[in-house]
DNA sequence: ACAGTGCAATTTTTT
DNA sequence: ATTGCACTGT
């Protein structure tokens, strides 16, 4: 493929302003099929060949978005259209960029170096500045604020202005913020009403000083990176015509999870040729709660006149089940543009979606623990295996489930490496060497570790530096030099600015790695960790040396902290055949043969609080969810109903999903978990209706949830709370009802425990232990994970 | 300055 | 239940 770029392209100039040349080149393409459009279908190849004017692709699950847009790429380049340098390609994470960039290397053959603008909105946001960061108050060595650091500075300000802080919280006044500048509004252009919302109407205020504050202490949030490029663009008309002049295409994925400042970027640059292609899925929407806008898809053909729309409707992905699942599933929503996928999988065997239900959440995890054995017996790789939850704190009982089982998985998305306490301080020393007007990281490490540098010796290098207008380390510099501190916090922090101002001159001179290393060691931090006997310490050293060899890859400080700021993936082994566990969220994107869903219930998926704070509009979003968690799955979709679940340490009763009432019958085969012997186990609420078909098998296949059972089921939602485990502790209340056997006999809080002290026994979640006292039912039992206190019937005797 | 205690909050997540 | 926080007392 690679020979259709032998001869040098010609970078065409600007004025070859001659469509005439572009469309016998198209035709000639046309007549004379290149290899790279091989497999396409005449939908993608529409998509790929339309390289002139707005167009928009509204790409459903699994219908090849990404080949589209890369061959696409492919071909503006076959085509000589533009050079590499001049094609704009913006996606939302780092990983769909690397994955273009990629994929476009292995279509033309190699470089893609010179693609210098694929990346996501806010690198490329960030690159643009940058160039012209006096335009907009910056220097162009301005530090990218992460949340932490936001959360902390609005911190200040907030106390700053007298409010109490446990009313206005930080946080909210960052959603606050953030949702402004998602919206592209500057402090000024805030409707006034949505002012008043925050600390009586403190918040417009608020936002402004927090962008002077930034101003001062040459940063950017994340926010900034567009907004500012926004004002550049607008105040700059030279500049806008500038990158109108360089960007001849522009291509977005990801379209439907723009905001509205990503928007505007789009439109101001996509002035000067028109040729925007942005590739989207509405129903696949999620983000809405972070900004995302979807009336920005929805909206396409009003915002760029003549816009063309190519449907990719054939999904090379999953079965028919699955795929009318998930379309029959989507119709309950409104506002979308239409779409249907039509499968292209021929199986004539294939699994019809199943609806499991399960007692509780730990019934879930075993029954999910099992299926995924029997997979395993049968020889399917575990790495085409996922648990997609709505909730991360789902994760953790499949978790415990899958250690006692000795099955590998991996979780997908936990807490980042960079968010690390060790990381953050150390990358704290190095923002402070390189950009000394950094306070927010100057203020992390001051007195870390210990210098006997305290709140008192802080407030006064705070009020100096506010009263001479002064970044806090210059401020500092000036105090130590006066009597106005206490000799020992002076000489200590006397000290800790020396060495700064030491570690600044080797910058230039010596190898970053080195430097880094030496301000670690000097700094007295390693030492602290070192001398630090908890159990995680040693980790926490480990990770420090993992930072410093990841920094072997930048040729500079600078270029690493950017890195860091912006790609926040830690790129994790993951070389052993493992389960993966994450959130639907962030399942996006992948698909694997086997995917399962626990927790379709009411409250948790929907989620309770997309219903109460987005009404409709959050409803539509958790189905777009669901969406998503169906059409990831190639062979098999599982779905988990549980009746009980533990929230927040108190066990609630639940109600099966209404989304469950929205699948197509003729495509859901309901079965009941394993385990469970029969599924009434709800008892007083009328029974779960989805271990019915099993005594209903006369018309297994009817739907089922329409039956006065589960009618009267959604009646009685959430009238239990707090409630017990029956089956376990329940005591003679319990007696009668149907309860797993197995477990039941194991006494009650009733009668005396039937074991002893210094017993082993075996727990379902902990592994084996050893009893050390009883008390009642309850045992205090030490495991090789810990000592817990357990319900004696939680454990077996071994 | 720091350690210990009490209290509230607790969806989803990228950049 | 767990965790992170702000405040209090030494």
């Not at 609420?685 to 018309?699: C, E, M, P, T």
């Amino acid at each position: 493929m690679s020979d259709l770029f032998a001869s040098p392209p010609t970078p065409p100039t600007p004025s070859d302003g001659e469509p005439d040349h572009q469309s016998i080149r198209a035709q000639l393409q046309k007549m004379r099929p290149v290899p790279y459009m091989d497999g396409l279908n005449p939908e993608q190849r529409d998509a790929v060949e339309s390289i002139d004017g707005p167009l928009l692709v509204l790409a459903g699950a699994g219908t090849g978005k990404t080949r589209v847009l890369t061959t696409r790429i492919g071909h503006i380049l076959a085509t000589r259209s533009a050079m590499p340098w001049q094609i704009l390609a913006v996606t939302f994470t780092n990983k769909a960029a690397r994955e273009m960039k990629d994929r476009i290397g292995n279509l033309i053959g190699g470089n893609v170096e010179g693609m210098q603008w694929l990346g996501t909105f806010h690198s490329i946001g960030v690159k643009i500045l940058r160039r012209h960061a006096e335009l907009v108050d910056l220097k162009s060595n301005f530090t990218i604020l992460d949340t932490d650091d936001q959360l902390r500075l609005m911190k200040q300000l907030i106390q700053a202005q007298g409010l109490d802080e446990k009313r206005w919280p930080a946080r909210q006044l960052n959603t606050l913020i953030d949702g402004w500048k998602n919206r592209g509004l500057t402090p000024q252009q805030v409707p006034q009403d949505e002012g008043y919302y925050f600390a009586q109407g403190h918040g417009v205020k608020l936002y402004t000083e927090y962008q002077a504050r930034l101003k001062v202490l040459n940063a950017c949030d994340f926010g900034d990176l567009l907004l500012e490029c926004l004002r550049l663009f607008r105040e700059n008309p030279d500049i806008l015509a500038d990158y109108h002049k360089r960007f001849r295409y522009i291509l977005v994925d990801e379209y439907q999870d723009t905001n509205i400042a990503q928007y505007l970027w789009l439109r101001l640059l996509a002035q000067g040729g028109n040729n925007i292609c942005c590739v989207g899925d509405d129903d696949q929407s999620i983000y809405g709660w972070r900004g995302a806008e979807v009336d920005n898809i929805l909206r396409f053909e009003e915002d760029f006149p003549g816009a063309k729309v190519i449907r990719l409707e054939r999904n090379y992905r999953s079965t028919v089940h699955i795929l009318a699942a998930a379309s029959h599933l989507i119709t309950y929503n409104e506002g979308r543009l239409g779409k249907t996928l039509h499968p292209q999988i021929e199986d004539d065997d294939a699994e019809k979606v199943t609806v499991t239900s399960a007692w509780d959440s730990e019934e879930e995890a075993r029954t999910i623990g099992e299926q995924i054995e029997d997979l395993q017996r049968a020889k399917h790789d575990l790495n085409e295996i996922a648990i997609l939850v709505r909730a991360s704190f789902q994760m953790r009982e499949f978790e415990d489930r899958f250690i006692t089982m000795g099955l590998n998985y991996r979780v997908i998305g936990g807490p980042r490496f960079y968010e690390r306490a060790e990381i953050r301080d150390a990358l704290a020393y190095f923002r402070c060497v390189v950009q000394p007007a950094d306070d927010l990281a100057f203020e992390r490490i001051v007195n870390t570790p210990r210098r006997g540098l305290g709140d008192a010796t802080l407030k006064q290098v705070h009020d100096h530096a506010r009263s001479h207008g002064l970044p806090l380390t210059e401020a500092a510099t000036d105090l130590v030099q006066t009597e106005e501190l206490k000799p020992r916090p002076r000489n200590s922090l006397k000290g800790v600015l020396g060495q700064f101002t030491h570690w600044r001159t080797m910058l230039a001179s010596m190898k970053h790695t080195e430097l880094a290393e030496m301000i670690l060691d000097e700094s007295g931090y390693t030492e602290m960790w070192q001398k630090d006997k908890s159990a995680d310490a040693p980790g926490r050293l480990d990770n420090l040396k993992e930072l410093i060899r990841s920094m072997e890859e930048f040729d500079s400080l600078p270029s690493f902290l950017e890195h860091i700021a912006l790609v926040m993936d830690r790129d994790s082994a993951q070389s052993n055949e493992a389960v993966s566990i994450m959130t639907l969220h962030s399942a996006k994107g992948l698909e694997f043969d086997t995917v399962f869903l626990p927790g379709w219930e009411e409250g948790l998926f929907p989620h309770q609080r997309a219903l109460d704070e987005s009404g409709t509009r959050g409803l539509e979003e958790e189905r777009r969810l669901a969406y998503v968690g169906i059409t990831r799955a190639k062979k098999r979709a599982k779905i988990y109903v549980a009746s009980n679940r533990r929230i927040h340490g108190l066990w609630q009763s639940s109600v099966p999903s209404r989304f469950l009432d929205e699948l197509p019958p003729a495509h859901v085969d309901v079965v009941e978990s394993q385990s469970t012997y029969g599924g009434y186990g709800n008892s007083g609420v009328g029974g779960s209706i989805y271990g019915k078909s099993r005594f209903d098998s006369s018309d297994p296949f009817e739907n089922n949830y329409d039956t006065p059972g589960w009618k009267r089921a959604q009646n009685n939602k959430a009238k239990k709370t707090g409630k017990p485990k029956q089956r376990y502790g329940g005591g003679p209340a319990s007696s009668g009802k149907v309860i797993d056997g197995e477990l039941i006999a194991k006494g009650t809080s009733d009668t005396p425990s039937l074991y002893s002290v210094g017993e082993r026994v075996f727990h379902q979640k902990f592994g084996y232990g050893n009893v050390k006292s009883i008390e009642g039912n309850k045992l205090t039992v030490e495991f090789s994970t810990g000592t817990k206190r357990v319900i004696d019937s939680f454990v077996e005797r071994h």
